[in-house]
């Protein structure tokens, strides 16, 4: 079957920057909008980041102006910027490509 590989999480300190991707291990046809959750444990996963196939994006306010979206359609692959990161960006981030999941990668944001 198809499967998004997620990776580029980790630790990192306040104000730092990481880099997430999700790759396709198969082929995909044509995805659709691409978007990254994140889920911190007894909370809901929240939508941070979607782009559309023409490469519009729109982003939840607690992350704009410091995280960037894009997507790579030769590659199958999305990736995030996450600049300026806050403590309160700790969370596992998963990517959707509907109707795939990524597995998630922990993203840690301390001192």
């Known amino acids: 079957q198809v499967r998004l590989v997620e990776s580029g999480g980790g630790l990192v300190q306040p104000g730092g920057s990481l880099r997430l991707s999700c790759a396709a291990s198969g082929i995909i046809v044509s995805p659709g909008s691409m978007s990254w959750y994140r889920q911190d444990p007894g909370k809901q996963r929240e939508l941070i980041a979607s782009i559309t196939r023409g490469g519009n994006s729109n982003y939840a306010d607690s992350v704009k102006g410091r995280f960037t979206i894009s997507r790579d359609n030769a590659k199958n692959t999305v990736y995030l910027q996450m600049n300026s990161l806050k403590p309160e960006d700790t969370a596992v981030y998963y990517c959707?490509?509907?109707?795939?999941w990524g597995q998630g990668t922990q993203v840690t944001v301390s001192s």
């Open positions: 959707n490509v509907p109707p795939l």
